[in-house]
């Protein structure tokens, strides 16, 4: 089969290293002249434009997007529009909100796929667990490429109808928030707790046969092996939640409650707020009220 790759990026390129390992041919584009130059080293044909990676397509198109949610991706099917057809099939593998994708679905001229995408950049060597939502046919038609990408023919799957694969992957990064804030609490209380413990032991040993072992437990170990006991000058800021705010919106909507997403979610937001005023006023409420010490600023 011969795919199109539109953003060549950390995932973008990995996607396309995976597809010409599987046999494939490999068309790719990216904004960035230099990430089109290294995928052209590795094998895929270079385009220099959207125009121009349709163009080199031929009929029947399949192309896989892989630019950053949002913008880019209406930005590149724009300027697909007029390449496509019903005979086609554009799969966007990135973190899009499941709602883009129906929207997305419904004006795109070619079968559209969304594609929740889990692994990483770290998953360059494994694969990829790939969530696809979508039409059956347009699944079926892309599977040899799906069989490349992800870790192995059990590591995709037709979820349902468009926007179903990104509605999984949404949940999956909710889940993927609470995992975190879980081992970080955890690790937390044995770090400031009654025993004097090395971090990287522990969890090279949980994740030798204790029932919490994970990857998220395996990177746990990685960053303490690499940045030290105390995490060393790693700061207490954690960017990103715009999946994990879709999960709590969603879960809002459903009227399904999520108390321990929300509440990792609401963690992060709060690691961006130094200073955190309702703590301030609570420690200026406890003089109002009981004249104890106010704890000032230095
Ligand atoms: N990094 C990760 O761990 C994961 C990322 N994703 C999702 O995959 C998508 C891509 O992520 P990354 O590869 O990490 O981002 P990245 O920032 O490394 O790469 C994005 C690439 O898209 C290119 N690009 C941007 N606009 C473009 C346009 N209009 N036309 C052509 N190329 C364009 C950029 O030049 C860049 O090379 C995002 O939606 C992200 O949320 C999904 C799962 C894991
Ligand atoms: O999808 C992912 C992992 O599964 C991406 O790494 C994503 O960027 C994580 O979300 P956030 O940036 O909100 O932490």
């Keep these: 089969m011969e795919l199109g790759v539109i953003g060549l990026g950390r995932m973008g390129r990995i996607v396309v290293d995976r597809v010409l390992d599987g046999g494939h041919d490999v068309v790719a584009f990216d904004i960035d002249e230099d990430a089109v130059a290294d995928a052209a080293a590795a094998g895929a044909t270079p385009a220099d434009s959207i125009p121009d990676l349709a163009e080199k397509l031929g009929a029947e198109k399949r192309i896989w997007l892989m630019v950053p949610a949002g913008d880019p991706v209406d930005a590149a099917l724009d ?5 496509l057809d019903g005979d086609d099939v ?5 973190n899009s909100y499941f709602q883009d994708s129906v929207r997305r679905a ?7 796929l969304d594609c929740g995408t889990s692994g990483g950049p770290a998953g360059a060597e494994l694969g990829f667990s790939l969530m696809v939502g979508g039409p059956e046919w347009a699944y079926d038609e892309l599977t040899p490429v799906f069989d490349a990408v992800a870790t192995n023919p059990s590591g995709h799957d037709h979820m349902g109808p468009a926007g179903s694969g ?34 990287e032991s522990v969890a090279r040993t949980w994740n030798n046969g204790a029932v919490i072992r994970s990857w998220l437990l395996e990177l746990c170990e990685e960053a303490f092996r690499e940045e030290g006991n105390d995490l060393g000058d790693v700061a207490d800021h954690v960017a990103g939640g715009s999946t994990g705010t879709w ?32 703590r301030r006023l609570a420690n200026r409420l406890r003089y109002g009220f009981g004249r104890h010490d106010v704890v000032r600023n230095d």
């Design 247 to 278: 999960t709590v919106q969603e879960s809002l909507e459903q009227e399904v409650a999520l108390p321990i997403i929300y509440q990792a979610l609401a963690e992060r937001f709060d690691s961006r707020n130094d200073g955190k005023f309702a």
């Design 90 to 94: 554009v799969v966007d593998g990135g």
């Design 106 to 112: 419904e004006f795109c001229p070619a079968a559209y």
């Design 166 to 199: 990104h509605y999984v992957k949404m949940v999956h990064n909710g889940v993927e928030y609470a995992l975190m804030q879980a081992y970080g609490e955890g690790f937390d209380l044995l770090a400031n707790g009654r025993y004097d413990l090395d971090l």
């Design 79 to 83: 300027e697909l529009d007029d390449y």
